[in-house]
């Protein structure tokens, strides 16, 4: 399995930025994907997933700002990002979860993108 991010950059608060994740070597359509933003000394956490349904799922910081969708034609999952503040600033990562059993999942990760948000 490869997720591929891409999208990231510097943009100034107020700004927006389009992250896109292409994966490959997985049925996509079965498959939650999602968003996570790691800031330096902090922890990994998530921004928002979408399901194979396309039921969606957003951090409170983020919620009315940020929207994430899914093309199943192309293995493509997006985050929209608007509003974007300075406390945006992290390394975005494209993360892939298949339910295998009520108590087990099979996680895979993108190389991460990096979003900066500064004047």
């Known amino acids: 399995v490869q997720l591929q991010a891409s999208g990231g950059g510097l943009v100034q608060p107020g700004g927006s930025l389009r992250l896109s994740c292409t994966a490959s070597?997985?049925?996509?359509?079965?498959?939650?994907m999602g968003w996570y933003r790691q800031a330096p000394g902090k922890q990994r956490d998530l921004v928002a997933v979408i399901t194979s349904g396309g039921i969606t799922n957003y951090a409170v910081s983020v919620k009315g700002r940020f929207t994430i969708s899914r093309d199943n034609a192309k293995n493509t999952v997006y985050l929209q990002m608007n509003s974007l503040k300075p406390d945006d600033t992290a390394v975005y990562y494209c993360n892939a979860r298949r339910v295998v059993t009520v108590e087990s999942v099979d996680d895979w990760w993108g190389q991460g993108t990096q979003v900066t948000v500064s004047s």
């Open positions: 070597g997985l049925i996509f359509s079965r498959i939650r």
